[in-house]
């Protein structure tokens, strides 16, 4: 069998494509996984290698900002911050999937028009509610925004995918005297659960993933959450490499987790939502 | 029949109340605010000629001739320039590389690394990877000889900070034009091709009469979504610079929270918040309309 040239140069710049995109993440990796002496002079220096956890140990146990406690914030937020959107985003996108009502497409169209909005356009007054409401400063206060700001484009996505689902199940139901409720419930969320998967799963690691919503809501030390600890870890005039780079590993690998075992999902739920079909 | 009637509002009220208080009325108040004087009066738009007048957002003694910084607007300008035609090209490049290729799904990953990953990380990023001493960059730059990049932290300049920044949002997005693009590429109907071939058509043709047309779609999908990516760039740029060195990769986002949180200067940082909310409100209406076209 004759091998053809282009497919042989397509292998050779895909695994140069891959050894390229890798390196970042391979750069950050070395250093946290080594003493920060044997890589003052370029992590590629492999003369001397002792791998070694210390560096993760002093990330976690960090004396002003332990990356331990600001994962486990990260992860309560994150947690409940997808499931509350993604039920109440469901009962919206049902409306809009199958009921009609006075002004329907207006209100549609202005939830998916806050989808792109940038957040600094609310973040003042955001400020002054959450003092106002008590909530400045708590973990409450985060998760109810996360909720507001992840709800226009998981209504986009369930409502698209409600779309598709055969209206005869509903029907027969209806006739058999269900009420729209428990057919929302009991017929068209478990119906549904791929298209659950794939924004619970997105709406997680956008969240755990967020900065700045957390920089205008959570401020004292011990309420931080994981990304937030990792620039506090930064230092002003000294950079602390090593740890540094050992809590940007833990920082990233939850989403990347999240990631390879719901690929699929995930996949769906990012390209879903722009892509027709 | 009147029971019918509120069956809807009982499944939107949830959704329609939290987005009302936490996202649309905050709005409204911002934009409020940016017709107000610091001291609380109305003065109409006298807060925005002021703010487009700042050489903070738009400095023509600098630019284009001479190092940034340039201004927050141009900027972001710059980030558009660069950023949306590399991750674009980059993307689809990579997308119809990877099409026939083994193994491609492990290096499809690897690229989408980067839109997994929190973007404070790539901030981090930045940072290290143009560093002098150990930045993986400046080791590459020195091997092909440009020792003047090579050599320098390029997140402590200003000639070099506002390109790390872009270079790193380059290798954190480059991963969604290509999903998307490999989306649409899975999805052509392999009998066109066939067609062609009956035709005797070259691969370069089929490339250009069938797969850039049928393309077509996808890339205004990656564009729009990319466009409002670089408008509202923010944890990179924080993380790596905070904006600096001497506002040399300042952009809107950031300006607008050091007036709103550090300066306390409330009707700027409003002015600022609502001219970005301006500018992402084209690509808004793409997408709502398109949404809304869908059935």
């Given amino acids: 069998m004759k091998v053809k040239i282009s497919t042989i140069v397509a292998h050779v710049v895909a695994l140069l494509i891959g050894v390229v995109w890798i390196l970042p993440v391979v750069s950050i990796f070395m250093v946290a996984i080594r003493p920060i002496r044997e890589v003052l002079h370029g992590w590629w220096n492999f003369k001397e290698f002792h791998p070694t956890l210390k560096n993760f140990v002093e990330a976690l146990n960090h004396p002003t900002t332990p990356l331990g406690r600001g994962l486990l914030n990260s992860f309560i937020i ?60 708590t973990y409450l206060g985060l998760i109810l925004v996360h909720t507001a700001w992840g709800l226009p484009w998981i209504i986009l996505f369930l409502r698209n995918f409600f779309l598709t689902l055969p209206i005869e199940v509903e029907e027969a139901a209806r006739v058999d005297g269900a009420s729209d409720f428990q057919i929302f419930l009991r017929i068209v969320l478990p119906m549904s659960l791929p298209a659950l998967l794939s924004v619970t799963a997105l709406q997680f690691t956008w969240v755990w993933n967020d900065f700045f919503l957390a920089l205008l809501i959570i401020y004292s030390p011990d309420k931080l959450v994981a990304t937030q600890r990792i620039v506090w870890m930064k230092g002003k005039y000294h950079t602390p490499w090593d740890t540094l780079c050992a809590g940007a590993v833990l920082v990233m690998i939850v989403p990347v987790l999240v990631y390879a075992i719901l690929q699929k999902y995930y996949v769906k739920g990012m390209v879903g939502w722009v892509i027709k079909g | ?82 950023h949306l035609p590399l991750t674009v090209f980059l993307g689809l490049f990579f997308a119809i590389i990877l099409k026939d290729v083994k193994g491609a799904s492990i290096i499809k990953s690897i690229v989408f690394l980067g839109m997994v990953m929190p973007m ?176």
Avoid at chain 2, 230 to 252: C, H, N, Q, R, W
Wanted: net charge positive; proline share 5%; with cysteine.
């Fill in chain 1, 78 to 137: 994150a947690s409940l911050a997808m499931i509350t959107p993604v039920f109440i985003a469901a009962l919206a996108a049902y409306a809009f999937a199958r009921f009609s009502f006075p002004i329907k497409t207006y209100l549609f169209l202005t939830i998916i028009i806050m989808m792109a909005m940038p957040q600094q356009m609310v973040a003042i007054p955001l400020f002054q509610i959450m003092i106002k409401l008590g909530l400045i400063n």
């Fill in chain 2, 1 to 82: 029949m009147s029971q019918k009637n509120t069956t809807p509002l009982f499944f939107l009220a949830p959704a329609v109340i939290l987005i009302i208080v936490f996202v649309i009325y905050p709005i409204v108040q911002t934009l409020w605010l940016s017709f107000l004087s610091p001291k609380g009066e109305f003065v109409g738009l006298r807060n925005y000629a002021q703010i487009l007048r700042s050489k903070e957002i738009i400095n023509s003694d600098r630019f284009p001739f001479e190092c940034p910084p340039w201004g927050a607007l141009i900027h972001n300008a710059v980030w558009i320039a660069i």
């Fill in chain 2, 120 to 295: 404070v990380v790539g901030g981090l990023m930045a940072k290290f990877l143009f560093d002098k001493d150990i930045g993986i960059v400046n080791v590459v730059l020195r091997f092909i000889g440009l020792h003047s990049l090579a050599d320098i932290s390029w997140t402590y300049h200003p000639e070099t900070a506002l390109f790390a920044t872009i270079l790193i949002g380059v290798w954190m997005w480059t991963g969604f034009s290509m999903i998307v693009y490999s989306a649409a590429l899975a999805a052509i109907p392999r009998e066109y091709y066939e067609a062609a071939e009956i035709d005797g058509a070259s691969s370069f043709r089929k490339f250009i009469h069938i797969t850039l047309p049928l393309l077509k779609p996808a890339t205004l999908v990656v564009v729009v979504m990319t466009v409002l990516w670089e408008l509202k760039i923010f944890d990179i740029v924080y993380v790596a610079t905070g904006g600096g060195p001497g506002e040399a990769s300042m952009v809107l986002a950031i300006l607008m929270y050091i007036k709103a949180f550090v300066a306390f200067n409330f009707s700027e940082a409003a002015v600022l918040a609502t001219l970005l909310t301006l500018l992402t409100l084209l690509p808004a209406i793409w997408i709502a309309k398109t949404a809304v076209g869908r059935k």
